[in-house]
């Protein structure tokens, strides 16, 4: 019923659409709630466009009156994203980054921009209809009078009839009502003000943001209205803003006088009718670079390179005036550039063009008079340089001048040549530099030295620590300095380069020291560490042969001398330094027993001792020890055990996969065989590598003769105690242990579990025995032979029958080594 009632009020109203009268804001709201195909039918039906609909709707929902603009808090997210997109237009204008000067000033437009009507009114003010003048009487007799003007342009005065004021200066008005008082009322003065004043209706056209008609105060000046109408878009122009009355032009307004030199003298009030128009923008001149106000700025006839200067608030400290860059295009319509000494009166009188591009280039980077800190210093930078001054100079306290991870030993003294543009690097102690001013251990600074701190990475315990400070380590501070030594490298003076290898705390590739001692290179490279030897040490030198081939000697040196002082080695390019290392230094190789061991614990060995050896310090096995049980480990038996599980594991995938693709198969046997196969596989990712050896622990204990097991760094021995059962796993009903007893063989005990699965390969059954060796029973009681007597800690292993499941003879290596493992995994765990 609503439907229908809507559907005859829209018959009703299309016509009047059609004919062009007018359509409320309320009866186009019910229009667009109905469905956008009805809207369609309705608007073919009566010949209307609805995007001319939409156009009329709009002109109905403008504001009559518009005091202020709205701030872009309250702004519509399709306003605000409308003005993004003129802001977007604006960045695209600008030459490179270069933004339009001035349009920010209407950003937000802020309330607060509104006129004031609290203010006193000027003299000059023009009364019309719709203001309201108070008029105070006293004397004689006390009155207050409020009275408007009306249309016609009078006021009604009491007693006196009409009075014409529209038109008419506030001072002049004001004057004739005092007269008037005078005249009717003998001994009674007036005092005349304005109350309410009117509202007028001025336009805003050209390039305005929003274009049109806008109702504002009487006191409304242009810049008022500019911000009534959202400013001015980046298309218009600042400087020259047109006031119009009656199609004459009364004066323009320069926006730039407002920005840079608050004049308000040109934003003239406004009367009611008038025009402000916006033309288009003037020239504009890019200026960039050291200026205060990089920007894009409109000129009003052709100015100069000083006046535009001027405009983009002069030159920074920073700026180097004596070659200024303007990028135009000329006659030809090719890009060029042009130079200019804005230093000389001459160049700023240059002229600037439309669409040039001024660029203040910044002055070079300081070129004498300072020595510069790098690195784990509290304050890098340069310091003046004056002469005589010293490292002790710059850094007078490690602790305060120097970062907690700064290396305090090694620094580095970077060096330039002037005459001859090449760097050398002269080795610092700075412990000892600042612990003796004035020595020969605190340098001498020159001119344009780089003093280089390392970071000390022994000092850093987190990795955060670490990584903050990876910029200071040697290698990527003394990168760039190797890379210039061996650009300088020529015929006759090769690269000054060399390297250091061994034990030294950071080795690598260093700047050959100035000193071109041995002892200084070493400094470089964080000293020595303990498993240094001093008893000799190689140098390996490049050197040219009798026929200009290129061979290289070897040299041995004395480092103990070296490092005491008492013999001096020169250094040559390329010199690789090797510190040979104390053999066996600090070498702590260890064997773990534990278990049923009188003494247990982890021991180091000596190189060549043996199992037999450990077991006689530690005392020997205890009463209880069960020696056939032992389970011996090797580290390098566990990793060879878990690559063969990767191997077997990674197989498995593989034969996994080959299932898959052969599908159900029928009757289901091959789902059945597919889900064997992933439960085995998931035995192997299970499993972990133990790295058992089986050994013989009686012999090793009791027989001299026997075999000697050396020792290796990582191995281990655990001895367990006697054990009183046999146990039984695998494809049988109930997988457990059973207590032993002396006469029963595997069959007796693959009885006792419920005897084999469907699944079981009985014809496979096999004993892994307490010492980790397996044995194969000789006949079964299953497929007709007679039973093996088994031992405590043996354990019996029913396999699966793998030529069920594709005759993959994997499976039963797989399962065979995954028990081993498994039992090895058990026995070390239960200790």
């Not at 009534?228 to 926006?255: E, F, M, P, W, Y």
């Not at 299932?659 to 065989?673: C, F, K, Q, T, V």
């Amino acid at each position: 019923m609503v439907r229908r009632s809507i559907f005859l009020y829209l018959t009703l109203l299309f016509p009047l659409v059609s004919s062009a009268q007018a359509i409320s804001p309320a009866q186009l709201e019910q229009f667009q709630q109905l469905p956008r195909a009805q809207q369609q039918a309705l608007a073919a039906r009566y010949g209307v466009d609805l995007n001319q609909l939409q156009d009329d709707r709009r002109v109905v929902e403008r504001p009559h009156q518009v005091e202020v603009v709205s701030p872009v808090s309250t702004l519509t997210e399709g306003e605000q994203s409308r003005r993004a997109t003129q802001d977007e237009h604006g960045v695209r204008e600008a030459v490179g980054e270069l933004r339009p000067f001035g349009y920010d000033l209407f950003a937000g437009s802020p309330t607060t921009f509104a006129p004031v009507t609290e203010i006193p009114v000027p003299a000059e003010y023009t009364v019309g209809p719709g203001d309201v003048l108070r008029v105070q009487m006293w004397g004689q007799e006390n009155r207050q009078l409020e009275l408007p003007v009306s249309r016609d342009g009078t006021i009604s005065f009491p007693q006196s009839g009409p009075m014409a004021v529209a038109g008419m200066r506030f001072e002049r008005v004001r004057q004739q009502i005092r007269e008037r008082v005078s005249e009717q009322y003998i001994g009674v003065e007036a005092s005349v003000s304005l109350g309410e004043l009117r509202s007028m209706r001025v336009f805003v056209l050209g390039e305005a943001r929003n274009p049109g008609s806008y109702t504002v105060s009487s006191l409304s000046t242009i810049t008022n209205v500019l911000y009534v109408s959202g400013g001015v878009t980046t298309t218009g122009s600042l400087r020259q803003v047109q006031h119009k009355r009656d199609g004459k032009l009364l004066g323009t307004l320069d926006l730039y006088d407002l920005l840079l030199k608050g004049d308000t003298s040109g934003d003239s009030r406004l009367q009611p009718g008038d025009v402000v128009f916006i033309p288009p923008v003037g020239k504009r001149v890019g200026i960039d670079g050291q200026v205060n106000r990089p920007a894009l700025y409109e000129l009003r006839r052709e100015n100069a390179l000083g006046e535009l200067l001027s405009l983009a608030g002069g030159l920074t400290p920073q700026a180097y005036p004596q070659r200024v860059s303007i990028q135009r295009t000329n006659e030809d319509f090719h890009r060029v550039i042009t130079e200019a000494d804005a230093s000389t009166p001459e160049g700023l009188r240059a002229r600037v063009q439309l669409g040039d591009l001024v660029t203040i280039p910044s002055v070079s980077e300081i070129t004498g008079q300072y020595v510069e800190m790098q690195g784990a210093v509290t304050r890098a930078g340069r310091y003046a340089w004056v002469p005589g001054m010293r490292v002790s100079s710059v850094i007078s306290n490690l602790g305060v001048d120097l970062l907690p991870a700064a290396d305090r030993v090694a620094a580095v003294v970077v060096r330039t040549d002037k005459p001859t543009d090449t760097i050398s690097v002269l080795t610092l102690n700075l412990r000892d530099a600042v612990a003796n001013p004035g020595s020969d251990e605190d340098l001498l600074l020159m001119e344009a030295d780089r003093v280089l701190v390392f970071s000390d990475t022994a000092k850093l315990d987190a990795t955060s620590e670490l990584a903050q400070h990876q910029s200071y380590s040697r290698e990527a501070m003394l990168a760039p300095v190797i890379t210039r030594l061996k650009s300088q490298g020529i015929p006759g003076d090769p690269q000054q380069v060399i390297r250091i290898t061994g034990p030294v705390r950071y080795p690598g590739e260093y700047p050959m020291p100035e000193s071109q001692s041995m002892m200084d290179a070493i400094t470089i490279a964080g000293g020595l560490k303990d498993s240094a030897s001093l008893f000799r040490a190689e140098i390996a030198r490049s050197a040219v042969d009798r026929d200009g081939m290129g061979e290289t000697n070897i040299l041995n040196v004395n480092l103990a001398e070296i490092m005491a002082g008492t013999t001096e080695f020169t250094l040559q390019s390329r010199d690789t330094i090797l510190i040979q290392a104390i053999p066996a230094f600090a070498e702590r190789r260890t064997v773990t027993l534990a278990g049923e061991i009188r003494y247990p614990g982890e021991y180091t060995f000596r190189d060549g001792e043996t199992l037999q050896d450990i077991l006689q310090r530690a005392g020997g096995l205890t009463p209880n020890a069960f020696p056939e049980g032992a389970v011996f480990t090797r580290a390098k038996l566990r990793e060879l055990e878990a690559r063969r599980l990767r191997e077997a594991e990674e197989r498995l995938q593989g034969d996994l996969l080959g299932l898959e693709l052969e599908g159900s198969g029928i009757g289901g046997h091959n789902a059945e065989r597919l889900e064997e196969v992933q439960g085995l596989l998931e035995d192997v990712q299970n499993s972990r590598a133990v790295g058992r050896m089986v050994i013989d622990l009686s012999a090793v204990v009791s027989e001299a003769d026997y075999q000697a097991i050396r020792l290796q760094d990582g191995d281990a021995l655990i001895v367990p105690d006697i054990p009183q059962s046999v146990s039984v796993f695998g494809e049988v009903q109930f997988p457990t242990s059973h207590l032993h007893q002396p006469g029963l063989s595997v069959d007796d005990y693959l009885e006792r579990s419920g005897g084999p699965t469907r699944q079981a390969d009985t014809s496979r059954v096999y004993v892994i025995r307490a010492d980790g060796s397996v044995m194969m029973p000789e006949t079964s009681r299953w497929f007709g032979g007679r039973g093996r007597h088994l031992q405590p800690g043996d354990t019996i292993i029913m396999p699966i029958d793998v030529d069920r499941l594709n005759q993959l003879e994997l499976w039963t290596n797989v399962s065979q080594i995954m028990y081993q493992m498994a039992l090895g995994a058990a026995a070390v765990g239960s200790l």
